[in-house]
């Protein structure tokens, strides 16, 4: 079941919600705990049931494993249990890309049945790994087993995270709060802001991302316009797609009174790779430094180590999201990246000091860190290298430089111009170019200098821990104005429904 959905929207929202609220009221905090774990599993079992057995065997053991844990702290059942999660999530999510890659060693793997991937597997492994890590620790204390339930397949957030830790979300399941008309009112907005980011500006400007991707799939190499279109209309696909989906999550939970960690900070704001990743999937980030990149040694060994360490958590952090060598290279891209600011960093205090940049230098730095994402990106939705290398090579005019004979003809004074720098016409319409330019444009500006959600309910908390948001100028309040352009935002994303597509972050 998808959140951008009539039968999520009009169904299945309102019952559990009213229920949520009349259980919590009149029977108290037990019965709305359970109501809610139901409802999560029918949420998830929605798609295909027979994977809800998965993740209750998933629920029961790491749960008996905790419990176990907390009283003997043995750290061969805390490899026990890591390995089990890990062993669960590489038979169902990397099995056919190994056996795909080993099949010429072993003549047998080519024939093996392909395994379905279940839903969210990444994202309650990992919460549970590292519920099992801090229990070891003795971080983590003893819960009731339906909080725990509720903790791992919380529908908000159960499908593509936020990756959520169990120091943030069990003690607001330990003490439900009673309903206030502020928490419905920040969450539905929130909600309506999400919906109309993702069914209508993130699938909005896919219809000019998908056909030159899939052109690249199908063998043809597109030109430097038409490269440059297609990467930047996904880059701003997968920037709405995320964030609305990330909004919908929060708004969903504030809706219950309960708040889930921020996820998604304006991104593209960014001046560096690492400034990047505390603003994009910021939970993930979060998880990969806390689990495994200060697990390896962190930047305690030195710089080598430090930047091994930091290359060794991009590449496992690219091949968490998809099993694919260009995920991997995507992965590895990153890891690269922070070296290399991290190096030039060092290089440039021993040289100039801690001096404050310019504001050019600035701007410059966030036009470079959001260039480098772009050409990451190309990696993460190519399906293959070569759909990939045609990409970029067109995007570096390497496979020349044309425009719609439409546009061309307009310019006719241009034309010697246009000719002498190589730029030729391609028998297109225009159509394609044009529009696709101006969804660009518009999305740009948006992400580059407008306000985020979470920036605009700010006084209100929508978020845990949300001090390192700026507060927008521009501020959401519950009031007759507000509620009226929300409610807009809602219709027409609901209005775009019939071209509903999954979010894109569901496949990892």
Same mark, same amino acid.
């Given at each position: 079941? @998808?959140?951008?959905?009539?039968?999520?929207? *009009?169904?299945?929202?309102?019952?559990?919600?009213?229920?949520?609220?009349?259980?919590?009221?009149?029977?108290?905090?037990?019965?709305?705990?359970?109501?809610?774990?139901?409802?999560?599993?029918?949420?998830?079992?929605?798609?295909?049931?027979?994977?809800?057995?998965?993740? @209750?065997?998933?629920?029961?053991?790491?749960?008996?494993?905790?419990?176990w844990?907390a009283?003997?702290?043995?750290k061969?059942?805390?490899?026990?249990?890591?390995?089990?999660?890990?062993?669960?999530l590489?038979?169902?999510?990397?099995?056919?890309?190994?056996?795909?890659?080993? &099949?010429?060693?072993?003549?047998?793997?080519?024939?093996?049945?392909?395994?379905?991937?279940?839903?969210?597997?990444?994202?309650?492994?990992?919460?549970?790994?590292?519920?099992?890590?801090?229990?070891?620790?003795?971080? &983590?204390?003893?819960?009731?087993?339906?909080?725990?339930?509720?903790?791992?397949?919380?529908?908000?957030?159960?499908?593509? =995270?936020?990756?959520?830790?169990?120091?943030?979300?069990?003690?607001?399941f330990?003490?439900?709060?009673?309903?206030?008309?502020?928490? @419905?009112?920040?969450?539905?907005?929130?909600?309506?802001?999400?919906?109309?980011?993702?069914?209508?500006?993130?699938?909005?400007?896919?219809?000019?991302?998908?056909?030159?991707?899939?052109?690249?799939?199908d063998?043809?190499?597109?030109?430097?316009?038409?490269?440059?279109?297609?990467?930047?209309?996904?880059?701003?696909?997968?920037?709405?797609?995320?964030?609305?989906?990330?909004?919908?999550?929060?708004?969903?939970?504030?809706?219950?009174?309960?708040?889930?960690?921020?996820?998604?900070?304006?991104?593209?704001?960014?001046?560096?790779?690492?400034?990047?990743?505390?603003?994009?999937?910021?939970?993930? &980030?979060?998880?990969?430094?806390?689990?495994?990149?200060?697990?390896?040694?962190?930047?305690?060994?030195?710089?080598?180590?430090?930047?091994?360490?930091?290359?060794?958590?991009?590449?496992?952090?690219?091949?968490?999201?998809?099993?694919?060598?260009?995920?991997?290279?995507?992965?590895?891209?990153?890891?690269?990246?922070?070296?290399?600011?991290?190096?030039?960093?060092?290089?440039?205090?021993?040289?100039?000091?801690?001096?404050?940049?310019r504001?050019?230098?600035?701007?410059?730095?966030?036009?470079?860190?959001?260039?480098?994402?772009?050409?990451?990106?190309?990696?993460?939705?190519?399906?293959?290298?070569?759909?990939?290398?045609?990409?970029?090579?067109?995007?570096?005019?390497?496979?020349?430089?044309?425009v719609?004979?439409?546009?061309?003809?307009?310019a006719? =004074?241009?034309?010697?111009?246009?000719s002498?720098?190589?730029?030729?016409?391609?028998?297109?319409?225009?159509?394609?170019?044009?529009? =696709?330019?101006?969804?660009?444009?518009?999305?740009?500006?948006?992400?580059?200098?407008?306000?985020?959600?979470?920036?605009?309910?700010?006084?209100?908390?929508?978020?845990?821990?949300?001090?390192?948001?700026?507060?927008?100028?521009?501020?959401?309040?519950?009031?007759?104005?507000?509620?009226?352009?929300?409610?807009?935002?809602?219709?027409?994303?609901?209005?775009?429904?019939?071209?509903?597509?999954?979010?894109?972050?569901?496949? *990892?």
């Open positions: 079941m @998808l959140f951008n959905s009539y039968e999520f929207i *009009f169904a299945f929202l309102p019952i559990t919600l009213a229920m949520f609220w009349v259980l919590r009221a009149k029977t108290g905090h037990g019965s709305a705990v359970l109501w809610l774990v139901l409802c999560s599993l029918f949420f998830y079992g929605w798609w295909k049931p027979i994977y809800l057995f998965l993740l @209750l065997i998933s629920i029961v053991v790491n749960y008996s494993l905790s419990r844990l009283d003997t702290r043995s061969t059942l805390l490899v026990l249990g890591v390995t089990f999660n890990l062993g669960l590489g038979y169902f999510k990397y099995f056919n890309f190994f056996a795909q890659n080993l &099949s010429g060693i072993i003549p047998a793997l080519a024939n093996v049945e392909a395994i379905f991937l279940p839903l969210a597997i990444s994202f309650f492994t990992f919460q549970q790994i590292a519920f099992l890590a801090d229990t070891w620790q003795g971080k &983590s204390d003893k819960r009731p087993f339906l909080e725990y339930m509720l903790f791992v397949c919380f529908f908000p957030q159960l499908i593509a =995270g936020p990756i959520v830790h169990h120091s943030e979300m069990l003690p607001q330990g003490m439900l709060r009673k309903f206030r008309h502020s928490d @419905l009112a920040c969450g539905a907005s929130m909600f309506a802001i999400g919906l109309f980011k993702k069914a209508v500006l993130a699938d909005g400007i896919a219809v000019y991302a998908n056909p030159v991707f899939q052109a690249a799939a063998g043809a190499s597109p030109t430097f316009f038409h490269a440059w279109i297609g990467a930047l209309a996904y880059t701003f696909q997968l920037y709405f797609d995320f964030s609305g989906y990330s909004d919908m999550a929060i708004g969903l939970a504030r809706m219950f009174g309960i708040k889930l960690p921020a996820n998604f900070n304006s991104p593209y704001k960014a001046r560096t790779i690492s400034d990047f990743w505390r603003r994009w999937h910021m939970t993930l &980030s979060r998880f990969l430094r806390d689990y495994l990149y200060i697990a390896m040694g962190g930047n305690r060994h030195g710089t080598t180590r430090r930047y091994t360490n930091l290359f060794v958590t991009m590449l496992l952090g690219g091949l968490w999201h998809g099993a694919g060598w260009t995920f991997v290279v995507w992965g590895g891209l990153h890891g690269l990246y922070l070296v290399i600011q991290h190096a030039w960093t060092g290089m440039r205090r021993r040289l100039f000091g801690t001096r404050q940049s504001w050019y230098t600035q701007q410059l730095a966030q036009l470079t860190t959001f260039f480098a994402v772009v050409i990451g990106w190309v990696f993460f939705r190519a399906s293959d290298f070569d759909s990939a290398w045609r990409i970029l090579g067109g995007m570096f005019g390497v496979n020349g430089i044309t719609p004979s439409a546009i061309l003809n307009a006719t =004074g241009l034309q010697p111009v246009l002498g720098l190589g730029i030729t016409a391609d028998g297109g319409s225009g159509k394609l170019f044009v529009f =696709g330019s101006l969804w660009i444009v518009l999305l740009f500006m948006i992400a580059w200098f407008g306000p985020n959600s979470q920036s605009l309910l700010k006084e209100h908390e929508p978020v845990l821990e949300s001090g390192n948001i700026a507060p927008s100028r521009l501020r959401w309040a519950p009031a007759r104005p507000w509620a009226i352009a929300c409610g807009v935002l809602l219709a027409i994303g609901i209005l775009a429904l019939p071209e509903v597509s999954e979010f894109l972050y569901f496949q *990892f």
